[in-house]
């Protein structure tokens, strides 16, 4: 049994606060309601320590169980909301079994923490990371206070990064080449490649390149799949002749964007598609659709 904001008032405020709160990187999130707040940003295998203090409202004791510290990370399918599938769970016991009588503070510290997976707040997923705090207590119920706190995990920039070629089309109307530069881009990165009509039967009258998010949580029957058209860019108004080749630059810097996930914990992936659409004088739509891998780049100096 936990409080209830609202319902009953706990005896006591728990603030959690981090050792390098200050100096550290902060990062918007999104809560519950909607709003966003300002959380600090932590990669894996860090240290993360600080302190948590209790002060009871005055002229109240608080008699515990103990007091304890759990850091989490949690993924929240949202079709199955509350209930929370926990794949980091790391405790800290601050005390024993005692009475609070004035403001108390314990230092706490978990050393080098293996936090495989980004923070990520989705469509019908989101994985969080939290302190959480609670003061056990025997009949009135525990009372419990969490902080959230950021995951970022960077990669460096791939060895090997192959080009995107295809040639494309409709028999006899239409015949296309596309070529992106690359297939992997960081999130800052520039989709740089051109298209190359090699037959046009059929009056084009614009080209737009989209990108996509697909984002699939669940597995079986209870798989759902959430397509999220981030940016639509357009290459060309107009009808293209045989020959014509039409530049593709879009830059990234401008969407929110995260890192592709792939089959995190069995739980949810994110995909994200260059989708090339041509429309004719018809209205009709032609789509060509196209996966590329994304990742947060690390920008610290490499050795030379």
């Given amino acids: 049994m936990n409080y209830i904001i609202g319902a009953f008032k ?29 959380v600090p940003a932590f990669q894996s295998l860090e240290t993360i320590a600080g302190e948590v203090s209790i002060a009871p409202v005055p002229g109240k ?4 169980m103990g007091v304890k510290i759990e850091l989490l990370g949690q993924i929240e399918l949202y079709f199955d909301r509350g209930n929370f599938y926990d794949f980091t769970s790391l405790v800290r016991e601050l005390d024993v079994p005692g009475e609070i009588y004035e403001r108390k503070t314990y230092p706490f510290e978990f050393s080098t923490v293996e936090m495989p997976y980004e923070s990520y707040n989705g469509t019908n997923v989101r994985l969080r990371y939290i302190l959480k705090v609670t003061i ?15 995951v970022r995990n960077y990669s460096p920039l791939p060895s090997i990064n192959n080009s995107i070629k295809m040639e494309v089309g409709i028999e006899d109307c239409l015949h296309i080449e596309f070529e992106y530069s690359k297939s992997k881009y960081h999130l800052k990165d520039v989709i740089v490649g051109k298209i190359y009509f090699l037959l046009v039967r059929i009056k084009i009258k614009n080209m737009e390149l989209e990108i996509r998010r697909r984002e699939s949580t669940g597995s079986g029957p209870n798989t759902y799949v959430e397509t999220e ?32 996930y792939r089959n995190i914990n069995n739980k949810f992936s994110v995909k994200y598609y260059l989708n090339l659409v041509l429309v ?21 100096p490499q050795p030379s």
């Fill in 229 to 260: 058209t981030l940016a639509k860019f357009e290459l060309m108004d107009g009808a293209p002749v045989r020959g014509e080749s039409i530049p593709v630059r879009l830059f990234l810097t401008p969407y929110e964007l995260t890192p592709t």
């Fill in 136 to 150: 056990g207590r025997n009949y009135v119920g525990n009372i419990v206070e969490s902080r959230d706190f950021c």
């Fill in 280 to 300: 004719d004088e018809e209205d009709r739509r032609y789509f060509k659709q196209q996966e590329i891998n994304m990742f947060r780049l690390d920008e610290t």
């Fill in 61 to 64: 004791r608080i008699e515990h």
């Fill in 10 to 38: 706990p005896p006591c405020d728990i603030f959690v606060t981090f050792s390098d709160e200050r100096s550290r990187k902060q990062v918007a999130v999104k809560k519950d309601n909607g709003k966003t707040t300002m």
